[in-house]
């Protein structure tokens, strides 16, 4: 028997996730930064630096993205991080790479669109229930090619860098870094594969599923890589990826992966002890890629 499946003989004793009562510590956390434009610099920051920040880049790179409206039931929100943790990632991920490998490939041809629906609840917003956007990016757009806007690829070009990939996981490792390079001169660089593997991951879509499942082999090899199964922004099972840290004041960003498929469902902030208004463990942001897919033109849903 697996790991994830003795959890899964467990989860009837499991808690089942709540949203605790966080308003106090919300209001003081808003007060002291500025309500909206705290809101907003702590969604963008994170993102930008975390391995599971491919719904800002999205944001930044699609077209006509906009908002929908609730995502879901009103109870689903950031709250009380409901977690199992399962150790060392290493066979999950090896894994994961085989059944990805296995699976067809997603395709694009020059003139398609992607299109992609999200989920976000942020407890650190004045909004009531998850939020839903939609919005389409262009699958070959030269305008985010050959480093027009920095490390911001159209997904033609994550896909001809999945194609173009090595076997070897260090030289993945290597190619991840140049790809998404850093920008952060104290990042380690074990932090730095890990984050750019995950943008990869997150952002590869369509993919060449011998590619994706390279990275998913890179990941495997990176230093403390963890694992645990938690709740997405939608209150289903996700499996969430997380880098180990030595600091209990830091904040933890999750890459969720689906428990079926492996591919890539979304993110999470867990807060640590040293954020303000937040228990450590508190999911403060969760998003989840909802739909996404290859469409013929600007405007069209799947």
Same mark, same amino acid.
């Given at each position: 028997?697996?790991?994830?499946t ?6 009837s ?23 909206? +434009? ?8 994170w ?25 879901g039931?009103?109870?689903v ?7 199992i943790?399962? *150790? ?13 490998a296995? =699976? ?16 976000e ?15 389409w ?9 050959? *480093?027009?806007?920095?490390d ?24 991840a ?11 380690s ?14 952002? +590869? ?18 230093? *403390? ?10 209150g ?8 180990? +840290?030595?600091?209990? +004041? ?16 979304g ?6 002890? =040293? ?11 969760? =998003? ?15």
């Open positions: 028997m697996d790991e994830m003795a959890v899964r003989d467990l989860r004793d499991a808690p089942v996730a709540r949203r605790p009562d966080l308003v106090a510590g919300r209001e003081r956390l808003l007060k002291e930064a500025g309500r909206a +434009s705290r809101t907003r610099r702590l969604r963008t920051d993102r930008l630096a975390a391995v599971g920040a491919a719904a800002a880049i999205t944001a930044a790179a699609l077209i006509g993205t906009q908002v929908v409206g609730d995502g039931s009103g109870d929100r950031p709250g009380a991080s409901y977690a943790e399962l *150790g060392s990632a290493k066979d999950l991920l090896n894994r994961a790479a085989d059944t990805i296995a =699976g067809p490939a997603v395709t694009a041809r020059d003139g398609q669109w992607i299109y992609e629906r999200t989920v609840a942020n407890a650190t917003d004045d909004v009531d229930g998850p939020e839903t956007q939609e919005g990016k262009k699958y070959a757009d030269p305008a985010f090619e050959n *480093g027009k806007e920095g911001d690829h159209s997904p033609r070009e994550q896909y001809t860098f999945l194609t173009g990939l090595p076997d070897d996981p260090r030289q993945v490792r290597a190619k870094r140049a790809f998404y390079y850093a920008t952060d001169p104290t990042e660089r074990v932090a730095h594969e890990y984050r750019a593997l995950g943008v990869v991951l997150s952002r +590869s879509y369509p993919y060449d599923p011998e590619g994706l499942a390279k990275v998913y082999r890179a990941l495997a090899t990176v230093p *403390g890589v963890q694992v645990a199964e938690v709740t997405d922004a939608l289903r099972d996700a499996i969430a990826l997380y880098l180990k +840290s030595g600091d209990p +004041s830091a904040g933890r960003q999750e890459i969720l992966l689906d428990p079926v498929t492996y591919l890539y469902r993110f999470r902030l867990v807060a640590g002890s =040293g954020e303000e208004g937040m228990r450590k463990g508190d999911v403060i942001i969760s =998003g989840v890629r909802e739909k996404v897919a290859v469409v013929d033109g600007e405007g069209q849903r799947p």
